[in-house]
């Protein structure tokens, strides 16, 4: 008896049985791609050899050659297949010999194209926050068949994975001895990983440096079983190990733990509990039909012009609100003078230091990323992913408000109250 039947491959991508999904612009595109980087690799080797392609030598004047560039010249060329995020085109390489001034000739190599490339880094991208996401070899294979035709083997996204793990342990382990930071920004955010089997609720905690010219950097991210006192100063003793110096401003979401950390590492270091988080504190503690008077309230104090101002807005919403509902008044009087710690300094710096908000907003960002993951794969992944929202350029940050004024002193004596 005969089968007719036949079994697919299973190395073989799964493909799509329709016949007329011919798609001409993505036809053109990658006609188009590989258009642009032979030309993009033949404009880089005519500023090498000074010279477009059939081009004479620089001529000599009384005063040299026009050109001072490397002599060379053109013998040829080579394929080369290249995959990106826009497919995988056949391309041909200029080749070339270069002459340097002691007479000896070398190979001329592509600085846009590096030797043996198969892939840009967008594709690695792609690749590694496929396997991030919790998708095994097999299945980024398939599902990103498609797009790298027959070039996604095991041993690619193996070795993509290992790249992306020895850099996230390298910028783990690198120094922090030569960064100018000024500014700390210390926040943390739950997720749910898989941890033997089983889903778990773990702490990312989450530091933020501002160096003297205002730009901001990523520290620190680690994962952690929750926001004690001792995770966070793990974290912070390890940053203090690579060389971070006492920072001159600290700025914190209220955690209590996270707060006794830094006081018991930096005496004395002004601390700044972040108004948004406070702001949602003061609502938590009365009934919804007040939270539109306490956000009126609370906000024109916080955003009043002058510490004065502040301080006269302050005393008056501790005595409307202890009468009317005391625990908001509560509330806002634990907070004490570090949720107006901003106000010492210069007032082109209040936007920035008042909240948590460039810590938050990588929070909402990762978070979007990962909604339709109930449950991420590791805690290392999860601290991973997060790191490669920066590291990948997916998210940039930019320099804080009022940068400019960042060396200005702050006042050792603490905020003047009023009797």
């Known amino acids: ?69 490397v002599v060379g010249h053109r013998h040829g060329r080579r394929p080369r297949t290249l995959s990106g995020t826009f497919g995988r085109v056949e391309l041909s390489v200029p080749r070339a010999r270069l002459v340097n001034a002691a007479g000896q000739t070398s190979e001329w190599r592509s600085q846009a194209l590096r030797a043996y490339q198969r892939r840009t880094r967008a594709a690695d991208a792609l690749i590694a926050a496929s396997y991030l996401a919790g998708v ?9 068949a498609a797009l790298f035709a027959r070039d996604l083997g095991k041993d690619v996204v193996s070795r993509v994975w290992r790249k992306i793990k020895s850099d996230w342990e390298a910028w783990n382990a690198r120094s922090l001895a030569g960064e100018p930071i000024v500014r700390l920004i210390l ?13 778990s609720a773990i702490s990312l905690l989450v530091v933020i440096g501002v160096r003297e010219d205002g730009q901001k950097l990523l520290l620190a991210i680690k994962s952690m079983g929750g926001e004690s006192s001792e995770a966070w100063r793990t974290v912070l003793d390890d940053l203090v190990a690579r060389g971070l110096t006492r920072p001159a401003f600290v700025i914190v979401d209220g955690a209590p733990g996270l707060e006794k950390a830094i006081a018991a590492l930096w005496e004395a270091v002004p601390m700044q509990r972040c108004t948004v988080h406070k702001h949602r504190n003061l609502l938590a503690h009365a009934p919804e039909r007040l939270h539109d008077e306490i956000t009126a309230d609370y906000s024109d104090m916080i955003y009043a012009a002058t510490p004065a101002v502040i301080e006269t807005k302050r005393r008056a919403f501790i005595r409307k609100w202890r ?97």
């Open 1 to 69: 008896m005969t089968n007719d039947s036949t079994s697919r491959d299973s190395n073989q991508p799964a493909t799509l049985v329709v016949d007329d999904w011919f798609d001409p612009i993505e036809t053109s595109l990658r006609a188009r791609a590989r258009e642009f980087i032979e030309t993009l690799l033949e404009e880089e080797l005519s500023t090498a050899l000074s010279r477009p392609r059939y081009g004479r030598a620089a001529p000599v004047t009384a005063d040299g050659p026009i050109f001072a560039g």
């Open 136 to 144: 095994n070899t097999r299945r980024v294979r398939r599902a990103l």
């Open 323 to 419: 009468l009317k509902h005391r625990a908001v008044a509560d509330s806002l009087e634990e907070a004490g003078d570090k949720l107006f710690a901003f106000t010492r300094l210069p007032p082109s710096q209040w936007r920035s230091a008042r909240t948590t908000n460039a810590i938050e907003r990588l929070h909402e960002e990762f978070k979007r990323r990962i909604k339709t993951q109930t449950v991420l794969p590791s805690a290392d992944t999860a601290a991973m992913l997060f790191w490669a929202l920066l590291a990948g350029g997916q998210i940039t940050m930019r320099k804080v408000d009022g940068w400019q004024t960042l060396a200005t002193p702050i006042p050792d004596q603490p905020i003047e109250r009023a009797a």
């Open 187 to 199: 926040d943390g955010t739950v997720v749910r990983v898989r941890l033997d089997r089983k889903a």
